[in-house]
């Protein structure tokens, strides 16, 4: 495969882009477009702070990404079915803009630690079906254009808050245990997809939309309120 490896300065912005994968052929002359190369390993290791460093990093067709900034605020992943592993120090709020990444696809913002807070995951029409790993984030907001469907590694353990929005179905049944009990609120009140999710039975109050949710609790008693909606919905006393 190949590698891209960037060290950058004197920029707020990078787009790095591994070529769609095309396979290899003997004594091939080269031609615009066609390398005959797997989508290729996006490092990024420059300035990781002050005014040199990056907030916005996209990348496309790559197969596996790292990126180091304490001061990232926006990650665009398409195309992918890779991880792409983010190590920050920020304390704030990221935005991920992820579509068309297939199964076994990973982003994670945990790095060598854990630190960022606000996550919000916007998906888009081509879908997300991989893992989402922030688990210092205490709000978290999925706005699903496409689906999300989490496989087996998401860890969203630390979240108090979850807010999910729009079309597309999201499936959050493998995330561990669920959200914590000290989790306050789900609220997928506008979503029209369907969520999927269990948590804890001491979370505060539950709502969805008009989707086909599926929702389960770790209790055979709530104390909370719960309204599921529209839609043909599942309640779950587990």
């Avoid at 002050?50 to 996209?58: E, F, P, Q, R, S």
């Avoid at 000290?182 to 008009?210: K, R």
């Avoid at 389960?216 to 006393?237: M, N, W």
Wanted: proline letters at 0%; aromatic letters at 2%; zero cysteines.
């Amino acid at each position: 495969g190949s590698t891209l490896t960037t060290a950058v300065g004197n920029s707020d912005t990078v787009t790095a882009t591994a070529g769609t994968a095309v396979a290899g052929a003997n004594e091939v002359l080269g031609e615009t477009g066609r390398m005959g190369v797997v989508n290729g390993a996006i490092d990024i290791n420059g300035t990781t702070s002050g005014d040199d460093a990056l907030t916005t990093v996209t990348m496309t067709n790559y197969a596996s990404a790292a990126i180091d900034s304490d001061v990232l605020t926006t990650l665009n992943a398409t195309g992918s079915a890779g991880a792409a592993i983010v190590t920050t120090a920020s304390t704030g709020a990221m935005t991920i803009n992820a579509d068309d990444l297939a199964s076994g696809s990973q982003i994670s913002l945990d790095g060598t630690a854990a630190t960022v807070k606000t996550v919000t995951l916007n998906v888009g029409a081509n879908d997300f079906t991989g893992d989402l790993v922030a688990s210092a984030a205490t709000a978290l907001t999925i706005n699903a254009t496409g689906d999300f469907t989490s496989e087996n590694a998401t860890d969203i353990d630390a979240v108090k808050t979850l807010k999910v929005t729009g079309a597309g179905a999201v499936d959050l049944g493998t995330v561990g245990t669920g959200l914590p009990g000290s989790a306050t609120s789900i609220d997928a009140s506008t979503n029209t997809g369907g969520l999927t999710i269990t948590y804890g039975s001491d979370t505060g109050t539950v709502t969805t939309g008009s989707g086909d949710d599926v929702i389960t609790t770790d209790s055979e008693t709530i104390s909370k309120a719960v309204d599921l909606g529209a839609g043909d919905d599942t309640y779950v006393l587990a």
